[in-house]
């Protein structure tokens, strides 16, 4: 049995962890961090410490309406994308021990392609100037 990092618990709700192939279980969000616990597998867990967050990436839609998942940059270990049942109060929860301004937009879809249009083309002047 898994033993949990929290003394307090602060958010339990369902989600899903994006971390290879999709699974479903529940996040826990306490005073010291940021739990998902599988649902069929117990071995199958992710615990990141509050002070191990670098970022929280927020995927927003619809002007706010809609966050279809979020995704947890650590400063060590790379990326942990979830989506969650309620993603408004996990992000509202992990507003208490992670500062706002670490907690960020992702790029929309048109500005993702603004960026590699840009880099195209800033190249490409960079290799026509050079000669």
């Known amino acids: 049995m898994v033993e949990s990092l929290n003394t307090k618990v602060d958010l339990v709700t369902k989600a899903t962890s994006f971390l290879g192939l999709s699974s479903y279980g529940k996040i826990m969000i306490g005073d010291v ?3 998902f616990y599988n649902d069929s597998d117990i071995n199958k867990f992710i615990q990141i ?7 929280v990436i927020a ?14 940059q650590t400063k060590r270990n790379g990326s942990y994308t979830f989506a969650a049942r309620h993603p408004k109060r996990v992000l509202r ?9 670490r907690i ?5 879809f048109w500005q993702v392609i603004k960026r590699g249009l840009k880099s195209i083309f800033s190249r490409k ?4 100037s050079s000669k």
């Open 49 to 55: 410490p509050w002070k191990d967050v670098d970022y």
């Open 59 to 72: 995927s927003v839609l619809l002007r706010g309406r809609w966050i279809p998942r979020f995704s947890i």
């Open 104 to 108: 960020v937009r992702s790029l929309s």
């Open 33 to 35: 961090g940021f739990e």
């Open 93 to 101: 929860a992990i507003q208490k021990y992670v500062p706002k301004d």
């Open 125 to 128: 002047s960079k290799k026509i």
